[in-house]
Nanobody
Framework: QLHLVESGGGLVQPGGSLRLSCAAS????????IGWFRQAPGKEREGVSC????????NYADSVKGRFTISRDNAKNTMYLQMNTLKPEDTAVYYC?????????????????WGQGTQVTVSS
């Protein structure tokens, strides 16, 4: 069973950058579609970005397009979310997720494996 652990969250000023990492264990990430989701206080969890198992297809929420980049390093069994030009509204708990099946978008229901979350706070 795939086990995911996020790291890299923290406090950053508006306009700054962070890179989240998500290390996988228990199985090989190569065959999984991957995704990042976030949940802000008082709001529902929302999809941020996802990538197919082959890496050929990537989707981003409109709110992060051009600022966030999803990537994976199968040799390290790790996925990443590079976040640039951060805004206060990006403040949330960020979760990585993986699906053993192809995903077509940013739907939580498509992902069966989840990390525990890492806090990102964007504030001056």
């Amino acid at each position: 069973q795939l086990h995911l652990v996020e790291s890299g969250g923290g406090l950053v000023q508006p306009g700054g950058s962070l890179r989240l990492s998500c290390a996988a264990s228990g199985s090989t990430l190569d065959y999984y579609a991957i995704g990042w989701f976030r949940q802000a206080p008082g709001k529902e969890r929302e999809g941020v970005s996802c990538m197919s198992s082959s890496g050929d297809s990537r989707n981003y929420a409109d709110s992060v397009k051009g600022r966030f980049t999803i990537s994976r390093d199968n040799a390290k069994n790790t996925m990443y979310l590079q976040m640039n030009t951060l805004k206060p509204e990006d403040t949330a708990v960020y979760y990585c997720a993986a699906s053993h099946f192809p995903v077509t978008g940013l739907s939580e229901a498509d992902f069966g494996s989840w990390g525990q979350g890492t806090q990102v706070t964007v504030s001056s």
